[in-house]
């Protein structure tokens, strides 16, 4: 026989990028760039870590 089942997994992402930003000094890089939004979501920059937090298999 063959059944068929659901397996679920639940990750947590953890995304970084190195942004080049033009200041006097460090703390004013700092707080401009968490006032300007994040480089777009697909640029190529962004490097992703995944970490499976959860398996579940169960019936559908």
Do not use: C
Request: glycine share 4%.
């Amino acid at each position: 026989m063959r059944f068929v089942v659901k397996v679920t997994q639940v990750y947590r992402v953890e995304r970084e990028i190195l942004v080049k930003v033009e200041a006097e000094h460090e703390e004013s890089v700092i707080e401009q760039q968490s006032q300007e939004s994040a480089p777009d979501f697909d640029d190529p920059g962004w490097r992703s870590g995944w970490d499976l937090q959860n398996e579940n298999v169960s019936a559908p």
